[in-house]
């Protein structure tokens, strides 16, 4: 069974009825961001029951050594880990001397908690019976500005229900919070100074190795209903020990607070507004931050919550006008894409070309919150078709700035001449991911590099970014699938030996078709870029060759790798092989496996996945899914047949690559099914670990599963290309995408397709194999 107790919803995300079990759930699903740091939905007032406490901040980081039974040489020194901040959403109630803490309650009633995504902010409300007979009812609201994405803010009221009460609040800082996923259980922060300011106060922290420098800051105002008060305060300071050796510790100041408190007649009600947030020597000078969080707060206090509220949802209405896909007669499938939607916009914004998009964003510690493949397979599609191609550029110039890492990386595993290694995980360009069958196997990430420079250029169509940048990024991958190949001198051909592809349920293989395959591909869109450079920007290629030292003779011989390259296959079956011994496996279909041996990542040994038929996600298909020009629809349709009854779907990249190929296959009742998996794969829990955190990476496929496999589209010869589906639980979806410059919406019926042009001149498309021009 998966979780159901989010109501179903076209905008917001529900939660109605107090239940502890679904706290850690929520605090997930619930999470908000603005791009530039996120944090997960935990309550504003002290809760002592189990919960996942989470700020984080975008490119603010920690190397936390390596782990391993067994050390082997070329390991990364350490796992990058995001780090969660000091926590500024704190705001200690007490009732009439008894603290607020819905965990030991005597009495929760109409518990109310709302994620609403068309306006930015979450909410919560609820009436309370405390022990000491005390009934309250608390409202809050908060959001993270997406205008000042330096700043968030809180309100907080409490209403007596049965009595007079004496009310008190103490909004504070916490800089003494750590990591649940440690691997040593290092000290990540050093809170170095606390200032007290009048009602504001700052912690001044940096992260112990990496010295990212953060001011946490905060100010509060009152109301009692709707006229600001003034109230006294009383400082509260705290100490923790902390140490930056890990051996000698010292008494450090950690904590900032403020005690308020006023009398609060029955029925009237007693509101904080709280206004906090980061600022960082990423954007600031280290010895400016107080300054520099000191103008927030006047900027914001100066402005008051309802003008920054009345922003925020101006601001996601400028989000929503071009990113949304509506969806008519299907609630729980329209509450799923613009959940998705939702938090890809929350996790980056396109503004800094420094930060990335990590899988589970600002929801959670788990992959560090690292940038991963997924950006380049996944996510640049969706950014590149719902924003302006600056915020794609920028993704891609996130890895052009962290070439000189990439070539590093190969070196370290024995690369030599400029070959270029991207890594698995990273937040500065350097690996830092330690499983070898990941670290040192997985190298059809390469690959994926190179191919969202060529999805971005086809898509937006600016020509200018191969030869700015591109290009060297290109060759140093190039160079990387030359040297990586090894001649047989068995087969005649090149063999790419020791991989791991998609398919992480399978380790230390050979020829694995899609890594083969996309090397291949590189290697020839090499040459043909390297060519175009030369005579379409002679300047700029004369700079590269300076620059990489590349030689025509280097060119040629990247042709004769690819023209030569090993691809399994087998005669009988008419398919290409997953890798040469794919067919030597036990074939036992999924359709077979008892229900009680799944999922069997957590069912089974290692050892028995590895000698599985068991795919984990997309690998052979992935390619059809990358190359689909290359292959005709009966080629797709006998992989398709083959391979998705071995695969499992236990990656949540796994459903939308397979909606989107049942799609092309016309088989929408099987693409619907993939669709709801994956749009709602969060939502419902579908693998029981959404406590952790959101699958914000895969999101981005749920997005495509509608746009590139219901509708169908996909870029053939720069020309857009539709082959409108529709489910049939559907009446009607309509979205929007800025294809080179002119925003196209679409508009899928039952039994109609509408095209129309808001911004741009007439376009050129292919709809069902027929040419339109739309006006």
């Known amino acids: 069974m998966h979780q159901e107790y989010i109501k179903a919803d076209p905008w917001s995300i529900i939660e109605e009825g107090w ?3 679904n706290v850690k759930s929520s605090e997930s699903l619930m999470s908000i961001g603005n791009g ?23 490119g603010v980081y920690y190397p936390d050594k390596t782990r391993v039974g067994w050390w ?51 909410g919560r409300s609820f009436k309370a019976r405390l022990q000491n007979g005390v009934q309250v009812s608390v409202q809050s609201k908060r959001f993270l500005s997406l205008d000042m994405d330096e700043l968030g803010v809180i309100q907080y009221s409490v209403t007596p229900l049965n009595q007079d009460a004496t009310v008190h609040y103490e909004p504070y800082l ?4 750590s990591n649940e996923d440690s691997n040593w259980d290092d000290q990540f922060w050093n809170s170095y100074r606390v200032i007290q300011e009048g009602d504001r ?11 990212f420098h953060v001011c946490t800051f905060m100010n509060s105002r009152f109301l009692i209903g709707e006229k600001e008060i003034k109230l006294s305060r ?41 206004y906090a947030g980061y600022v960082s020597s990423l954007n600031h000078a280290k010895g400016d931050l107080q300054n520099a969080a000191t103008s927030v707060l006047d900027t914001a206090t100066s402005k008051g919550f309802a003008p920054l509220l009345e922003a925020q949802k101006k601001a996601w209405a400028e989000i929503w006008e071009m990113s949304d896909i509506t969806i008519e007669g299907d609630v729980k499938a329209q509450q799923g894409i613009r959940f998705n939607i939702f938090q890809l916009n929350q996790t980056y914004s396109g503004k800094d070309a420094r930060l990335n998009i990590g899988p589970k964003g600002f929801t959670g510690e788990k992959y560090g919150g690292s940038t991963y493949w997924d950006t380049e397979a996944y996510c640049i599609p969706f950014y590149m078709a719902t924003k302006n191609q600056e915020v794609a550029r920028n993704l891609l110039k996130y890895r052009y700035d962290q070439l000189d890492k990439a070539i590093e990386n190969a070196e370290k595993l024995g690369f030599t001449d400029g070959a270029a290694l991207y890594p698995m995980v990273t937040m500065n360009g350097e690996e830092c991911h330690n499983e070898w069958e990941i670290t040192f196997q997985e190298i059809h990430r390469n690959g994926s590099m190179v191919y969202a420079i060529h999805n971005y250029e086809r898509f937006t169509g600016d020509t200018t970014y191969i030869p700015e940048m591109g290009l060297e990024v290109i060759i140093g991958v190039a160079r990387f699938w030359k040297q990586r190949a090894t001649f047989s001198s068995v087969k005649k051909q090149y063999v790419i030996l020791g991989v791991t592809g998609p398919n992480e349920y ?45 030689t025509i003779e280097e060119i040629s011989n990247w042709t004769e790798v690819a023209d030569a390259l090993y691809l399994p296959y087998d005669e009988t079956l008419g398919i290409y092989l997953q890798q040469d011994g794919f067919l030597d496996k036990e074939l036992v279909t999924v359709s077979d496996l008892p229900a009680s041996q799944r999922p069997i990542n957590q069912k089974w040994s290692w050892d028995r996945i590895l000698r599985s038929p068991y795919i984990k996600q997309a690998d052979t298909l992935q390619g059809f899914y990358f190359f689909e020009k290359h292959f005709t629809r009966e080629e797709l349709e006998k992989h398709y047949d083959f391979y998705e009854p071995f695969t499992v779907h236990e990656s949540s990249l796994s459903p939308c690559v397979h909606a989107i190929l049942a799609a092309r296959l016309e088989r929408m009742d099987q693409a619907y099914n993939f669709y709801l998996r994956t ?97």
């Open 19 to 21: 239940n502890p079990e």
């Open 36 to 58: 530039a740091m996120g944090q997960r939905a935990n309550f504003e007032e002290h809760y002592s029951g189990p919960t996942f406490q989470g700020s984080y901040l975008g």
């Open 72 to 122: 082997k040489n070329g390991y990364p020194e350490y796992f990058a880990k995001v780090l969660n901040a000091p926590n500024w959403i704190g705001i200690k109630v007490r009732i009439n001397g008894e603290k607020l803490d819905l965990h030991t309650a005597r009495e929760v009633n109409d518990f109310r908690r709302e994620l609403n995504m068309k306006e930015g902010w979450l």
């Open 174 to 177: 916490d800089g003494g919070i």
């Open 201 to 211: 106060a700052f912690i001044l922290s940096h992260t112990m190795k990496t010295e």
């Open 234 to 274: 009383k400082r509260t300071e705290k100490t923790s020990f902390q140490g930056a050796d890990g051996e000698s510790k010292q008494e450090t100041q950690t904590y900032a607070g403020f005690e308020y408190q006023t009398d609060v007649k029955e029925s009237e009600t007693f509101t904080i507004t709280k």
């Open 506 to 550: 399978e380790n230390n293989i050979n020829n694995n078709w899609f890594t083969n395959y996309l090397a291949k591909w590189c290697l020839e869109y090499a040459f043909a870029k390297a060519q175009h450079v030369q005579q379409k920007h002679p300047k700029d290629f004369e700079r590269i060759v300076t620059k990489t030292k590349l």
């Open 679 to 775: 749009s709602r794969l969060d939502l419902d829990d579908y693998n029981k670990e959404v406590e952790e955190g959101l699958h914000i990476t895969s999101m981005a496929g749920t997005w495509m599963s509608i746009v590139e496999g219901f509708a169908g589209m996909h870029v053939r010869d720069g020309v857009l290309y539709f082959k409108p589906q529709i489910p049939e639980a559907w009446d009607r979806y309509t979205f929007k995408v800025n294809f080179k410059g002119q925003v196209l919406t679409v508009k899928v019926g039952q039994d109609d397709t509408q095209f129309s042009i808001e911004k741009g001149a007439a376009l050129e498309i292919v709809v069902n194999g027929k040419p339109y021009i739309v006006k």
